[in-house]
């Protein structure tokens, strides 16, 4: 079955506690992405891939890094989680880069960070 | 910011009748998406409308776009109480690969 699929689906930490979310696909997709998601601002992309090891911020990149080793693999990393980083957050891949195709959404991962 | 408006923020109809959303955005594009998200769950991929497109159907959905005022609205026809969901606009500025996303419209059917 084509999916996206995260781990953990739920998290709560404490504030300066690195930790990975993990996202794959199996789809064969280009490009993947990253986003939260809060109350009344919709979605915001933190970081997205157009390939293996092309990497590029969205509008919200602070606190977060990625990285692209493998197709299939885009995990996001908190090196030192802030309450501001309590959301919702989304992964996502499509073939196309440039908006040409359908973004396949995970399931989403909600965090919270005390 | 560069987020996409949608209006209105939430809409509540009853089943059987017809559902209009708005998407206003600001930069030149090459095709604009609609996405429906049912309660905190991932976003599911309903339609994508290219830029030289004037307006696109599937099942009861139709689309618009119309470039020279920058806006996309969403409407779905004959709605059912199924159609209870939060629906965005997401778009891609011309020679960028970003993706902007609308704040959403809230959208609940009664039965």
């Known amino acids: 079955e084509a999916q996206v699929t995260q781990n953990p689906r739920y998290l709560i930490t404490v504030t300066g506690k690195k930790l990975t979310v993990t996202c794959s696909q199996n789809?064969?997709?280009?490009?993947m992405s990253w986003y939260r998601q809060d109350p009344g601002l919709g979605l915001r992309q933190i970081y997205y891939?157009?390939?293996?090891?092309?990497?590029d911020k969205g509008d919200v990149p602070e606190g977060y890094k990625v990285s692209r080793k493998e197709k299939r693999n885009f995990p996001l990393i908190l090196e030192s989680p802030s309450p501001n980083q309590t959301s919702l957050y989304f992964c996502?891949?499509?073939?196309?880069?440039?908006?040409?195709?359908?973004?396949?959404f995970g399931p989403g991962t909600r965090l919270t960070v005390l | 910011s560069q987020q996409g408006e949608e209006d209105p923020q939430a809409l509540s109809i009853q089943e059987g009748e017809n559902a209009t959303m708005n998407c206003s955005y600001k930069t030149s594009i090459n095709n604009l998406q609609w996405y429906r998200q049912n309660s905190g769950r991932g976003l599911v991929h309903l339609i994508l409308?290219?830029?030289?497109?004037r307006e696109k159907h599937s099942g009861r959905l139709r689309v618009t776009l119309d470039t020279s005022k920058k806006s996309s609205s969403l409407l779905i026809t004959a709605s059912r109480a199924a159609d209870t969901a939060s629906y965005f606009c997401a778009l891609v500025p011309s020679g960028t690969y970003k993706y902007i996303f609308g704040t959403g419209t809230r959208l609940k059917v009664l039965a």
């Open positions: 409308i290219r830029s030289n497109e």
């Open positions: 996502a891949s499509s073939l196309g880069v440039m908006g040409t195709d359908e973004q396949f």
């Open positions: 891939s157009m390939n293996v090891e092309v990497t």
């Open positions: 789809m064969n997709h280009e490009y």
